[in-house]
């Protein structure tokens, strides 16, 4: 049956006059009302882990705004979490995770199907979602890739430059080839628990898969997500993946192809041109304003937005920032962005 929804349309190729528009990081700290809902649940991980009240913060920019797509409110962090990592976040800096450097660390580690005790409230904020979010609106899962998710449970922290991750690539490669497959195992058990719970598209996050060059690229960037989206190809045929490889770069050119991938994600360290030819070409794409203009707004961001709906406009296209809103977004900013997208 042909998809009624705008972003499942997309998903199949399909070209819109008007594409329809989501944003990373929708439900966050630009929003009064998340600064409220995240005082109540005391600290970011406990509102993770609330479903009624992740719930309503998901449910919140869909309220302001109207996106065509909600994601689900986790974070890409649960996963190691469940796996037996410990995890804090620490404010201003941001996320502390026990690292893994020596093979005992790893052996400590839970096996990939005993995620679901910690992120059984996951699947219930997927299942409240499915059903109280308004019928034009398409539910998004999502998990981290997992070179992403390495990079900071080798390094027990965000890195500017992914450093200890690429040091034990060198260094204990089969070490760093078992946190790989055991992070894909995962991914795949976890993504396949939002969709049974009701996820109608899944997003694969892989936010430092730039720091990946030449065959590093391929083994690890590419192999990882093409094997979880061939596994949950086999269960889940309908299920359109989004894949994010951020600063790709020439990388991006027939990721569609190489992973399987119905959508690929761009970051706005390429133009929308560029990506208009090179990738595009081969499917749906997802992008790429800069999240800056959130911040400034005016002139540049209405022109920008255009620019952007221009680039894609003879392909399928899911309209979104580069890159997760920041905190200091203006909420009016956003619903600038929208009406201009949609009148475009
Ligand atoms: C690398 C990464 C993380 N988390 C994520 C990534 C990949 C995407 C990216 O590159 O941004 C993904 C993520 N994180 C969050 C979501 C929810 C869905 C969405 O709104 O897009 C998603 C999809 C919520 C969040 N995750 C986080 C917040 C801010 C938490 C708060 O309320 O203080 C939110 C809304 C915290 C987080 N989580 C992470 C970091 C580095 C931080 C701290 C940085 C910061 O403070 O902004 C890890």
Redesign the pocket.
Known sequence: MAPTKTILKALAGEVQDTPPIW???????YLPE??AT?AEAG??LS??YNSDLATE??LQ?IRRYGFDAA???????LVPQALGADLW?V?????RLSTITQQSEFDALKGADDLHDTLAPVYQTVRNLASSLPSETTLIG?A?APW?VAT?MIAGR?TPDQGPAHALKEENRPLFEAVMNRLTDATIVYLSAQIESGAEVV?I?D??AGSLKGQDFEDFAVAPTKRIIESLKVKYPNTPIIA?P?EGGDGYIGFHEKTGADCVAIDNSVSPEWAAEHVQVSGCVQGNLASSHMVTGGEDLVRETKAVVEAFRKGPHIFNLG??I??DADPANVQLMIDTVREA
């Open positions: 944003m990373m990081r929708q439900a966050g700290r998340y600064r995240r600290d970011f509102l993770c913060v998901t920019p994601i689900l409110f986790a974070d890409i962090l976040f404010t201003g800096e941001g996320p999502f981290g992403t900071y965000g997003k996050f936010s430092w994010f951020r890159h997760g920041t905190p």
